[in-house]
Antibody, heavy 120, light 107 residues
Framework: EVQLVESGGDLVQPGGSLRLSCAAS????????IHWVRRVAGKGLEWVSA???????FYSDSVKGRFTVSRENAENSCYLQVNSLRAEDTAVYYC??????????????WGRGTLVTVSS | EVVLTQSPGTLSLSPGERATLSCRAR??????LAWYQQKIGQAPRLLIY???SRATGIPDRFSGSGSGTDFTLTISRLEPEDFAVYFC?????????FGQGTKVEIK
């Protein structure tokens, strides 16, 4: 089955860290750029980060310097290391696959998400 | 960044009725707009890309239109499984942005 499955979300104190994982199956993972998108409760979706097929990385201004995205093609997995967490980082984090249609494209596959709660 | 505004916030309709959802961009995104459906606890599902192209396996009761700044998702006749949240997404410029969503609920 073609799918993405996130894991690693948890309750963490402000200033804490987590490592989120995105496990891919059913397709050639190494061919695709993978993105992280989050939904804050009561708000919309926010693009967070991406890792390209050459392991090039991209970040939103709100997480730059605190989050690190990586991929391990041998494991068909993508990771998001989230450090120096703040209350405003509380969200459901989704990984999503970017379509191969063009250089900058839509997301054609998403996971169900993993919940990160930052609270003391 | 490109701000996307969806309306209405909630649409209360009965099965069999037509649903019309709007997504307005503050600046042009050409046709680089997608629509997704999301149900509670499930992954978002791609419905429409390129403003008007249906994704694989999407029923033809779903259609998208528009270009530039004004876009519409139409569900011609609502089926029970169509009651969900729908959101738009522009991928024409960085950072990619999303609308806040429209909830289609059973009247």
């Amino acid at each position: 089955e073609v799918q993405l499955v996130e894991s690693g979300g948890d309750l963490v104190q402000p200033g804490g860290s987590l490592r989120l994982s995105c496990a891919a199956s059913g397709f050639t993972f190494s061919n695709y750029e993978i993105h992280w998108v989050r939904r804050v409760a009561g708000k919309g979706l926010e693009w967070v980060s991406a890792v390209g097929i050459a392991a090039d990385t991209f970040y939103s201004d709100s997480v730059k310097g605190r989050f690190t995205v990586s991929r391990e093609n041998a494991e068909n997995s993508c990771y998001l290391q989230v450090n120096s967490l703040r209350a405003e980082d509380t969200a459901v984090y989704y990984c999503a696959r970017e379509s191969l249609e063009s250089a900058m494209s839509y997301f054609d596959l998403w996971g169900r998400g993993t919940l990160v709660t930052v609270s003391s | 960044e490109v701000v996307l505004t969806q309306s209405p916030g909630t649409l209360s309709l009965s099965p069999g009725e037509r649903a019309t959802l709007s997504c307005r961009a503050r600046q042009s995104v050409s046709s680089y707009l997608a629509w997704y459906q999301q149900k509670i606890g499930q992954a978002p599902r791609l419905l429409i890309y390129g403003a008007s192209s249906r994704a694989t396996g999407i029923p033809d009761r779903f259609s998208g239109s528009g270009s530039g700044t004004d876009f519409t998702l139409t569900i011609s006749r609502l089926e029970p499984e169509d009651f969900a949240v729908y959101f738009c997404h522009q991928y024409g410029s960085s950072p990619r942005t999303f609308g806040q969503g429209t909830k289609v609920e059973i009247k």
